[in-house]
């Protein structure tokens, strides 16, 4: 699945040699070089740095600073970027709408939008992906009566004018081209496809991406995103908790919850358990509407790399809980020591990954 591609229209869809793609995240931004190779991709290079601004708006001249830093962290082999928009800056929901062009479905949720997408986004840009028919669709669309309009379901995704204007006038100071933006809730559904591609197909799972301050809660059911929402529960209110109750540095807390130190488990799981609360409520809300379990949750971000709170989740949840490997579909061409920090790092980087490929 790709949002191809949010917010720029009118660019000339070109297959890309090479791509940056950034995840611009509150305390760190990710970012990789993908190069395509035949009929795959290549991890080339990757870079985990840190945010210029910890919880301000950042200028457009200060992230276009930040970007030339991830530019030349990749090596300043290609201008062309693309980047993930965050959780709490674009809006997705699934709509339906009737049989017209791309073109149209946007010029329709910008006179409409507070039909569509129950909110009023004065200022905003749209855009569309239609969502592929399973049969079971096609089935229901035989047995409509006649002389009724088919509907087809899409993806919709807004977001602020002026935060495309300045993402796109910085990618430009930094000699870079905003190729394309795409909502960072779509960023591991990509990115799973391709890594879990019979899992994708044919299951019904939680996708879970545990961010700085928010998580993306997606239900995947047999290849179709069928809810998706945002939790303001993140890496960074486990960690604080952790260092409130236990006296401790913020950077302490952050290390002891990846390392899995024995006596930090009780006052740990008192901060993993309402984000298990209410990723529990976002599988019962499909399960409820579809009369179908969700049979397995896979996890990715940071605090995914510690086995400490995927036991918590799988305890508060009652389904399997698992790291997933978003590079796993890559060929690796990563030299020196990213070569043996990728292991580590991988689950950090499936939004970035999987907002690369929107733009192949």
């Known amino acids: 699945m790709a949002l191809l591609p949010p917010f720029l229209t009118g660019l000339t ?22 190069e ?3 009929d795959g991709f290549a991890l080339t290079r990757f870079a985990v740095l840190d945010a210029p601004i910890y919880d301000k ?8 600073d930040h970007l030339h830093a991830v530019a030349d962290a990749l090596g300043n082999t290609t201008k062309f970027m693309s980047v993930a928009v965050g959780l709490n800056e674009a809006i997705v929901r699934q709509i339906e709408l009737p049989q017209i062009p791309v073109d149209e479905m946007r010029f329709v949720l910008k006179m409409n939008h ?37 509907k087809i379901r899409v993806l919709a995704a807004a977001a602020k004018q002026q935060l495309v204007k300045d993402l796109v006038q910085a990618a430009g100071s930094a000699g870079l081209v905003a190729d394309s933006m795409v909502p960072s809730l779509v960023g591991p559904i990509n990115a799973f496809e ?13 996708l879970v991406d545990i961010g700085f301050k928010n998580t993306s809660v997606c239900v995947l059911d047999r290849g179709e ?7 303001n529960i993140g890496g960074d209110q486990l960690t604080n908790g952790l260092a409130d109750a236990m006296n401790i540095s913020y950077a302490e807390a952050e290390g002891i919850k990846v390392g899995m130190a024995p006596e930090v488990e009780a006052a740990l799981q008192m901060q993993v358990l309402p984000l298990g609360r209410e990723i529990r409520a976002s599988l019962d809300f499909f399960e409820h509407q579809h009369d179908r379990p969700v049979t397995q949750v896979y ?27 978003p590079t796993s579909f890559l060929q690796m061409a990563l030299a020196g020591q990213q070569a043996v920090e990728i292991e580590h790092i991988g689950p950090q980087l499936a939004v970035a990954i999987g907002t690369a490929l929107a733009t192949y």
């Open 114 to 150: 507070k039909n569509y997408l129950q909110q009023d986004l004065p200022n905003h840009v749209f855009d569309c992906f239609v969502t592929p028919k399973r049969v079971q669709a096609d089935k229901a669309d035989a047995a409509r009566p006649a002389g009724t309009a088919a």
């Open 13 to 34: 869809r070109k297959k890309r040699a090479q791509v940056i793609s950034v995840d611009l995240g509150s305390r760190t931004t990710k970012a990789v070089l993908l």
């Open 57 to 64: 708006k950042i200028s457009p001249e200060q992230l276009a």
């Open 225 to 231: 995103l069928a809810t998706n929402r945002v939790v």
């Open 299 to 325: 996890v990715s971000g940071a605090s995914a790399r510690s086995e400490m709170i995927m036991q918590m989740l799988h305890s508060e949840l009652l389904v399997e809980c698992k790291t997933w490997n």
């Open 36 to 38: 395509r190779r035949g």
């Open 194 to 206: 391709l890594a879990m591609p019979e899992v994708y197909k044919n299951e019904t799972v939680g």
